[in-house]
């Protein structure tokens, strides 16, 4: 067993997560729930270090879709389930502690483009067999009334027992309330929110035994007083520390800097564009969400916009889409310049892509549709496309999460729990953190030579 890292003053442990996405406040409120839960160590402190401001990142504009059984057979098979049921622990029913609005399941179809013109939606509404039959709903069930266009052949791909959806900023705000109520930090710390951005890892070398390890001390970071994230008018801060957990997502990779090459994370983001839909409104002009039934899409490759849409209708009326094509792909030295860290703008030419193409699927939308707005935002991946997961070699106190790929969101409260567990008690539990070593690439640790091989493969347009 592994040694969870200790501080014998009394100041109790100071914890920094680096990074304010969904990733780095599900540790937070994991950490938080586990000291409270405990009741150890009630000096304790956990700080998020976050460069702009909470969810603004990927976890402010994201889909939010999760599937329970879309990793069966692979080594995130336990991440898959064990965050979704968590989802629904957490977000849904009368024992749910977060309450979050935007949580439900929901089914999914596949759906393949259509001809330029001549609707064929409504022949799936009146194409099932087994309608309205309990625990054995036919695709015409869950064929929404909003896709009345022009598409192709669909097929169910989940009636929503293992499905389901969250807006990511709805629930890291959630959270945040959660750990900072006055009765949750009677028993146990609530989470600090600094902004800023890191810098460096202040660390100090270990005494007492013959392992070498360096032993973490502080964070350095610099604030700024200018709008434009510019370093004209930097100042340098301090935050101490005995624990740093490193979850900023893409630009988790500046870590190799940090911890001086103890550990080298190779990673790309994968910059793409989505847009999200208005509710539909009636000829009176007022807003009609309950139009927009609950189905998930999942298209085919539209050759014409180049568009693999993905469609999540949300509780509150709108529409997130994305699987819009025509991704930028940022490299590893550019994401640890911290390419678009502040600014991350959407492409013009994919927001009109992404317009025709959900139109003419959805002659609703095509009369009645008004787009609410178009953002972008970057998947971190590493070339294998499992996350980081663990600690980082050769530092006590110092630990990776990030790199989740497309399932960040999906994935969140199982990597939380996972390293909180690995934080206080020293080894993890609810999951088996081996494969996602983040170690793994780096040379001199017995796997470099695979990792610069596949360091040049294209993670891919979606996944």
Same mark, same amino acid.
């Given at each position: +067993?592994?040694?969870?890292?200790?501080?014998?003053?009394?100041?109790?442990?100071?914890?920094?997560?680096?990074?304010?996405?969904?990733?780095? @406040?599900?540790?937070?409120?994991?950490?938080?729930?586990?000291?409270?839960?405990?009741?150890?160590?009630?000096?304790?402190?956990?700080?998020?270090?976050?460069? #702009?401001?909470?969810?603004?990142?990927?976890?402010?504009?994201?889909?939010?879709? +999760?599937?329970?059984?879309?990793?069966?057979?692979?080594?995130?098979?336990?991440?898959?389930?064990?965050?979704?049921?968590?989802?629904?622990?957490?977000?849904?029913?009368?024992?749910?502690?977060?309450?979050?609005? !935007?949580?439900?399941?929901?089914?999914?179809?596949?759906?393949?483009?259509?001809?330029? !013109?001549?609707?064929?939606?409504?022949?799936?509404?009146?194409?099932?067999?087994?309608?309205?039959?309990?625990?054995?709903?036919?695709?015409?069930?869950?064929?929404?009334?909003?896709?009345?266009?022009?598409?192709?052949?669909?097929?169910?791909?989940?009636?929503?027992?293992? @499905?389901?959806?969250?807006?990511?900023?709805?629930?890291?705000?959630? &959270?945040?309330?959660?750990?900072?109520?006055?009765?949750?930090?009677?028993?146990?710390?609530?989470?600090?929110?600094?902004?800023?951005?890191?810098?460096?890892?202040?660390?100090?070398?270990? %005494?007492?035994?013959?392992?070498?390890?360096?032993?973490?001390?502080?964070?350095?970071?610099? #604030?700024?007083? @200018?709008?434009?994230?510019?370093?004209?008018?930097?100042?340098?801060?301090?935050? @101490?520390?005995? %624990?740093?957990?490193?979850?900023?997502?893409?630009?988790?990779?500046?870590?190799?800097?940090? *911890?001086?090459?103890?550990?080298?994370?190779? +990673?790309?983001?994968?910059?793409?564009?989505?847009?999200?839909?208005?509710?539909?409104?009636?000829?009176?002009?007022?807003?009609?969400?309950?139009?927009?039934?609950?189905?998930?899409?999942?298209?085919?490759?539209?050759?014409?916009?180049?568009?693999?849409?993905?469609?999540?209708?949300?509780?509150?009326?709108?529409?997130?889409?994305?699987?819009?094509?025509?991704?930028?792909?940022?490299?590893?030295?550019? $994401?640890? !310049?911290?390419?678009?860290? #502040?600014?991350?703008?959407?492409?013009?030419?994919?927001?009109?892509?992404?317009?025709?193409? *959900?139109?003419? &699927?959805?002659? #609703?939308?095509?009369?009645?549709?008004?787009?609410?707005?178009?953002?972008?935002?970057?998947?971190?991946?590493?070339?294998?496309?499992?996350?980081?997961?663990?600690?980082?070699?050769?530092? =006590?106190?110092?630990?990776?999460?990030?790199?989740?790929?497309?399932?960040?969101?999906?994935?969140?409260?199982?990597?939380? &729990?996972? +390293?909180?567990?690995?934080? $206080?008690?020293?080894?993890?539990?609810?999951?088996?953190?081996?494969?996602?070593?983040?170690? =793994?690439?780096?040379?001199?640790?017995?796997?470099?030579?695979?990792?610069?091989?596949?360091?040049?493969?294209?993670?891919?347009?979606?996944?």
């Amino acid at each position: +067993m592994n040694a969870a890292n200790t501080n014998d003053d009394k100041g109790g442990r100071n914890i920094v997560i680096i990074g304010g996405g969904i990733q780095g @406040t599900s540790i937070a409120f994991h950490l938080h729930r586990k000291l409270s839960d405990s009741g150890r160590d009630s000096n304790a402190s956990i700080t998020i270090l976050e460069a #702009t401001a909470l969810a603004s990142a990927a976890s402010g504009k994201g889909g939010g879709f +999760m599937a329970r059984s879309w990793g069966n057979g692979s080594v995130t098979q336990r991440l898959h389930e064990l965050a979704f049921d968590s989802y629904e622990r957490l977000c849904s029913g009368d024992d749910a502690i977060l309450h979050v609005e !935007s949580y439900r399941k929901l089914p999914v179809l596949s759906v393949s483009p259509g001809p330029d !013109s001549e609707p064929s939606a409504k022949k799936a509404k009146t194409s099932g067999g087994n309608k309205n039959k309990e625990n054995n709903p036919s695709m015409a069930d869950i064929v929404p009334e909003w896709l009345d266009g022009s598409i192709g052949r669909i097929s169910p791909l989940g009636y929503g027992d293992d @499905t389901a959806q969250v807006t990511p900023k709805e629930f890291v705000e959630k &959270m945040m309330e959660y750990v900072n109520r006055p009765e949750e930090k009677e028993k146990g710390p609530g989470v600090n929110i600094v902004v800023g951005k890191c810098v460096g890892v202040d660390y100090e070398n270990g %005494d007492g035994d013959d392992s070498g390890e360096k032993v973490v001390k502080g964070v350095i970071y610099v #604030t700024t007083s @200018t709008t434009d994230g510019s370093d004209d008018d930097e100042k340098e801060e301090y935050l @101490t520390a005995t %624990d740093v957990i490193v979850a900023a997502g893409p630009w988790a990779c500046q870590a190799e800097e940090w *911890f001086e090459g103890a550990v080298q994370l190779p +990673m790309e983001g994968v910059k793409s564009t989505s847009i999200v839909w208005k509710p539909p409104v009636d000829e009176e002009g007022n807003l009609r969400k309950e139009a927009v039934d609950a189905t998930a899409l999942f298209c085919g490759e539209d050759y014409r916009f180049g568009t693999h849409l993905e469609v999540y209708p949300r509780p509150d009326g709108t529409i997130y889409i994305c699987g819009i094509g025509g991704s930028d792909y940022i490299t590893t030295s550019e $994401l640890q !310049s911290s390419a678009f860290l #502040t600014n991350c703008p959407p492409k013009p030419d994919r927001i009109d892509a992404a317009k025709s193409a *959900f139109q003419l &699927m959805s002659a #609703t939308y095509a009369t009645q549709g008004e787009l609410s707005h178009a953002q972008a935002c970057m998947r971190p991946c590493p070339p294998d496309a499992l996350p980081y997961m663990g600690r980082v070699p050769g530092y =006590r106190g110092g630990y990776i999460n990030a790199g989740h790929n497309c399932w960040g969101i999906a994935w969140a409260p199982a990597c939380g &729990m996972a +390293m909180a567990e690995l934080v $206080l008690e020293g080894e993890c539990s609810c999951l088996d953190l081996r494969p996602f070593d983040p170690a =793994r690439f780096t040379v001199g640790k017995g796997r470099g030579g695979r990792g610069r091989k596949k360091g040049s493969v294209s993670v891919g347009e979606q996944w």
